[in-house]
């Protein structure tokens, strides 16, 4: 039986060395298709789904957990997903991964990390903004989605005082439903439990 690490290490999906494809991505996926990425993924369910949905669209999937990522590796086993690639990571680092190559930034139920002090950790933050504009290739794009009001009033605030536009904001994603909605695993569970889910997309030039 496999341990974690031999799992993560000898799956296909995943790129071991993320650093070393800065500026290079066209060369992993063998294309020039738009990248869209996930930070903080999870067990993989939206960006496996959207990879399969969206086949001309290539998906990065980044998540820092062995325990979290693994998971998705195994969901993947008898898969063959052509533009979708996982990094085990932190995101804090994301700059030095792509370089001006990414087209969509998704961010699904993220830690809100509710603590004033913590506040620079939230993924929406104005430090992680700024990290984004590096890695952006052209019109920045953040879809995000959320339970925690907090973490999405926050959000909105940030977004647009940092310069981006909001549009579709919901605060009742079931209610407003989008076309080809893919749910992730937190979406799954706290739709079941009744809990609204919040959405939102930000525009930037
Ligand atoms: C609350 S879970 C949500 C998982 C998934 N997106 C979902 O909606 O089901 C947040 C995930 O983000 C990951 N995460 C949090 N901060 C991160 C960071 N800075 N870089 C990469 N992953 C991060 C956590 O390890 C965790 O798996």
């Known amino acids: 039986m ?17 650093y070393d494809f800065y500026g290079k991505w066209d060369c992993v996926f063998k294309n020039d298709n738009p990248i869209n990425i996930e930070i903080g993924m999870g067990k993989g369910d939206f960006i496996i789904g959207m990879a399969k949905q969206n086949p001309n669209i290539n998906y990065v999937g980044i998540e ?4 979290v990522i693994v998971r998705a590796v195994q969901k ?7 533009n979708l690639r996982l990094i085990r990571m932190d995101a804090k680092e994301v700059e030095k991964v792509f370089n001006k190559e990414v087209d969509t930034i998704y961010l699904n139920f993220s ?8 506040s620079k950790r939230r993924l ?18 953040i879809f995000q989605k959320t339970d925690n009001i907090d973490l999405f009033s926050f959000s ?21 439903m989008i076309v080809g909605n893919i749910a992730t695993e937190y979406e799954k569970r706290f739709n079941k439990q ?4 919040c959405r939102l997309e930000a525009y930037k030039d």
Do not use: A
């Not at 993947?76 to 052509?82: A, P």
């Not at 809100?112 to 002090?117: D, H, L, N, Q």
């Not at 009744?194 to 889910?197: A, D």
């Open 2 to 18: 496999k341990n974690k690490e031999e799992i993560i290490k000898s799956s296909n999906y995943i790129i071991l060395n993320p």
């Open 64 to 67: 820092m957990y062995d325990s």
């Open 76 to 82: 993947l086993e008898n898969e063959d997903i052509k």
């Open 111 to 118: 830690d809100p990390w509710p603590k004033k002090r913590h």
């Open 124 to 141: 929406t933050s104005h430090e992680f903004l700024l990290k984004y504009d590096k890695i952006f290739k052209g019109e920045k794009k």
């Open 156 to 176: 909105i605030e940030s977004l647009s005082t940092y310069g981006y536009m909001l549009k579709n904001v919901t605060m009742d994603l079931y209610n407003n």
């Open 194 to 197: 009744g809990v609204k889910i």
